[in-house]
């Protein structure tokens, strides 16, 4: 039994479609940011740096988003949520979790989080300078999923694409979100009628996205 400490719309998110598209058992823990729970000295001790998502199981709290869903993959394989080991399709999975990790969420945070910079608010130089460096980020996967999609691998679907669109999700109010790109827009539906996305937007009760792709 997994559970999830998880606050609704972060990057838990990607930890609980994880946890949906696997089946496996779990529970869900609130961790409710506005109250600044992630701060509790208890769930600390879970999780030092104070953030979501933490998973515990046997005791054991693993944190780290992109960690956190590849464990899963690994330790289910029967969803097929990774490419099997020694493949050079399971070696291109790492390299998409990282590279989505290090690149793409770390440049969200910069958004998200002007303090962290030393700013209030982000002065609009800055605030400039970090949409287009999503923005390029955005040109890179359109282009690799239109020469090589539908999928980040190709005709597998894997963890990657979770964690691609709900990224994409957070960048819904942004000037130009990613579903502008038409072939994110196009893994966006794909991934969003999946039950396992629509069983977790309903639980974690978050405002639907994109509307004009629901069902």
Sequence with gaps: ???????????????????????????????DIDKQQQKDPAYLRLNPNGVVPTLVLDEQPYTEAAAIAMLLAERHPESGLAPVRGTVAYDLWRQWM?????????????????????????????????????????????????????????????????????LMRWSRNMPHPATEWPALRALTARVVQRPAW????????VDPWPRDLQS
């Design 98 to 166: 990282l590279s989505l990790s290090h690149n793409l969420q770390a440049s969200f945070r910069l958004w998200f989080y002007p303090q962290e910079l030393g700013h209030a608010s982000h002065p609009e130089v800055l605030s400039q300078a970090i949409q287009k460096k999503i923005a390029r980020i955005w040109d890179q996967l359109d282009q690799h999923l239109s020469q090589q999609g539908p999928y980040l691998l190709g005709e597998q679907f894997t963890s990657a694409d979770l964690y691609l669109t709900m």
């Design 1 to 31: 039994m997994y559970t999830l400490y998880y606050s609704p719309g972060t990057a838990s998110m990607l930890v609980h479609l994880m946890l949906l598209e696997t089946g496996a058992a779990h529970r869900l823990q609130l961790v």
């Design 198 to 205: 629509q069983r977790m937007m309903e639980i974690e009760a």
